[in-house]
């Protein structure tokens, strides 16, 4: 199954950015993946947070677009909204102590572990830098 980060999304999202046709191909492969595809719950905080920003590169998205795009995902394109389980909250914080996890790339950390306790085998990101979780490989599909 594939996850797909906040990166992919924002681009498929945003016209005027220079990734949103081969982010919007990349749902659509995704989408048609025999094993799934969705994305996790703290990616829609993150995708929201960035589209509305009233400070976003071209102007923000109102609350009503962020709603739209994310719900058709769902309701279309059959996308699962990957929730945090149980367990999550220990894995979170041994996974970032052990692997010394600061700043911002703390929200890599929780979307993987996200993906990974719904199954998710592959994250599709075109962050370079993006979290390393064992049992999920990260792949930049816009490459």
């Not at 996308?79 to 890599?108: E, K, N, T, Y």
Request: charged share 20%; aromatic share 10%; net charge neutral.
């Amino acid at each position: 199954m594939i996850c797909i980060d906040t990166n992919i999304l924002i681009y498929a999202h945003r016209k005027g950015t220079a990734e949103h046709r081969t982010a919007q191909s990349a749902i659509e492969r995704a989408a048609s993946d025999r094993k799934g595809w969705g994305f996790a719950l703290p990616t829609v905080a993150e995708f929201w947070a960035q589209v509305t920003h009233p400070r976003y590169p071209g102007g923000p998205s109102t609350p009503a677009q962020a709603d739209g795009f994310l719900r058709s995902l769902v309701d279309t394109g059959r996308a699962r909204v990957f929730m945090p389980g149980s367990g999550f909250f220990p894995a979170f914080l041994d996974g970032a102590q052990a692997m010394s996890i600061s700043g911002p790339r703390i929200f890599d950390l929780q979307i993987a572990l996200a993906a990974l306790h719904a199954g998710a085998t592959r994250l599709w990101t075109h962050d370079g830098a993006f979290v390393a979780v064992p049992g999920l490989r990260i792949e930049d599909p816009l490459e």
